[in-house]
């Protein structure tokens, strides 16, 4: 196999990295409004981040990003595929994220928040200082395992014409017949991308002040 | 005779069906220390949590230095919360120990101290950070206000817990069962923070399994049991000449484990 193939997968890997970097991190500020929603405690507002979340937990994502695709143009909204395949990656890490932030600032202890009221903070600043921080915190690893999910489900665009990491392979190992050379490398990329991320959650989580080394 | 520090007035909680409070009348004297003891589910750590406003009576009133706290209550019975800024005021009078010490884990034991006085009362970072410093040598621990809670040892939590209460200059400190979820050999450095601040004339109220403790520092004893208030006396009463069955029960208990000899 030639360096230039390699080149080539190298490349598509960029739209990889690109779409999943951007759709995790739409999906997150999509995901604060869905926790939010959730927590509020008013069904007004609960109600349809549930839904939302039960529809992108519940379709497989591939008929999520095909349903995007052809319902756009329908209702009249013609989108480049690049921006189907972001909408679609952002809603469905969307609701995954909103599940584990509302796991997290779940999880904050009630009585940090009780120590807070007892030295004066009113509600907006106990929520501030002490359970957005928290709940960040308790949430961090799972974000990081929802970036390396992502990363991997980006495979999944090729469905509306994004040549990414796992497209290229696919059409290079059709046109030279070396399937089992290119898949191994497109793999290859993958892991060496997911290590990248993991490595650098472990030590943003570790850096985060309060967790001992 | 002066206003008592804390006045509970016919307290009643419910937890749904249960209820935890039956109509409770105590007086928290100025200056003093006072004890909340009992069996396991007796309502004391909810009484001292009414206290702070953490529970919410279900009838009956706290008054702390004669102002209402929480709720007022009409002669009809009509209860009213009071605005949120109200309780926070009267409430900014008291300080609260907790049992899980509840420090908060992001933040060094100086951050802890000294971040109320930055975010409620809008220190500077400077003036806020001295005075905490100032706290945590009181309680001993100046060198270690760089280290996080999870670094610190339980009883060392608790005590920049108890700095980080005293450093908003409460004149009531609650105390929930401070060590009881501290090794044995913890307790001891807990306990001596405690009886300088009522060395100092600190009014307390400790609510704690500690009964030697009790016996030597308190000033007033109040038992309580399956939610009522049985007693309240000088420790000289409770303990040399326990007149209540009930009271008399739960002591030997104690006297059982070998704590006969701190009485």
Redesign the interface.
Known sequence: MSLKLFELLLKASLYTIGISLISILIGFAIAILLSGAMLSGRKFFSAPAQIFISFFRGVPLLVQLLLIYNLLPVIGINVPSIVAAIVGLSLCTAAYQAENLRGGFASVPRGLIESAEMVGFTPGQAFRRIKVPIALRLTFPALVNEAILILKASSLVSVVGIVELTRMAQDLAGSTFLPLEIFASAGLIYLVINLVVARAGGLIERSLPGIPR | MSLPAIAVKNLVKQFGETTVLHGIDLDIPQGKVSCLIGPSGSGKSTLLRCM?F?EEATRGTITIDGEVLGFSESAQGVRERLP?ATN?AI??R???V?Q?F???????ALGNVS??LK???KMSRKDAEDLAMAQLVKVGLESRAGH????LSGGQQQRV?IA??LA?KPKIMLFDEPTSSLDPELTGEVLNVMRDLAAEGMTMVVVSHEIGFAATVGQQISFLDQGKLLFTGAPSDVFRKPRNPRLEQFLDTYLDRGASMLV
């Open positions: 702070a953490l949120a926070r409430r900014s008291i300080g609260m907790f899980q509840n420090l908060w884990p992001h933040m060094t971040e109320a975010t409620v009362h996080y809670p999870a670094q817990a980080r209460a908003l």
